[in-house]
């Protein structure tokens, strides 16, 4: 219990704290003495009814089949914030009473930042910071089908003479100017749904006609 790498703590009938381990300790960000005692949600945030909810669900379940299990965002009054994996179980004497439950905490902050990392490397262009070829194609996709009754104009542009320019510049200079034109994009056309760079020096920019500037060309005019 002492040395254990997980948050272990555990609860009365009443899903009242009755001792906790040290990482559990540095997970809430609470000593012992500032947990015993108290419910299981009172050093967590419940100033919004989304939370209070997603608590009060998660202690019925616990009091109706005795068990709980799934990922939970905690976000506690120290100033502590993690994804954690809780798993509580009940445990009961020979006659079937509750005894106490057993609460263990599994801190899944790091791999979530690993996923979102990950996500962001499937998805998105690390040059430009705009979606990539593969990410235009499936907003696209997912657009054309879950939106059939609404039109959608896709403006295709190129930088010309970009080769020539990027041999000239060398890569770096190339690449800095990729960056100069995407951030263009974005602050000459916030009504866009989104935009993607999709290789070298083709972007592209998704609009729903009733978004659409009534003038193309006033839009390239400001990039320019």
């Known amino acids: ?16 704290y009755i001792d906790v381990n040290p990482h559990y300790e540095y997970l809430s960000g609470f000593e012992r003495d500032q947990i015993i005692g108290k419910s299981l949600f009172d050093i967590a945030v419940q100033n919004k009814s989304q939370q209070r909810t997603f608590q009060a669900n998660i202690v019925k379940q616990i009091q109706k089949i005795g068990s709980y299990d799934g990922e939970v965002y905690a976000k506690f009054l120290s100033g502590k914030e993690s994804t954690l994996w809780l798993h509580i179980n009940a445990v009961t004497d020979d006659e079937g009473r509750i ?25 998105y262009d690390t040059l430009t910071d705009l979606p990539n070829r593969f990410y235009y194609n499936y907003q696209l996709h997912k657009l054309l089908v879950t939106q059939r009754d609404s039109q959608f104009a896709i403006i295709r542009l190129n930088i010309d003479r970009f080769r020539p320019l ?16 995407a951030q263009r994009l974005r602050l000459t056309n916030p009504e866009a749904l989104f935009m993607a760079h999709l290789n070298g020096d083709d972007f592209a920019i998704v609009y729903e006609v009733s978004h659409l500037c009534p003038s193309i060309h006033d839009q390239c005019a400001r990039i320019n």
């Open 99 to 123: 005894t106490h439950y057993i609460g263990i905490v599994s801190d899944l902050t790091e791999r979530k930042l690993q996923e979102q990392r990950l996500s962001y490397l499937e998805n």
């Open 166 to 181: 990027n041999e000239y510049l060398n890569h770096n200079g190339g690449d800095e100017l990729l960056r100069q034109v």
């Open 1 to 16: 219990l002492e040395q254990a790498a997980e948050g272990i703590f555990i609860l009365n009938p009443e899903l009242d």
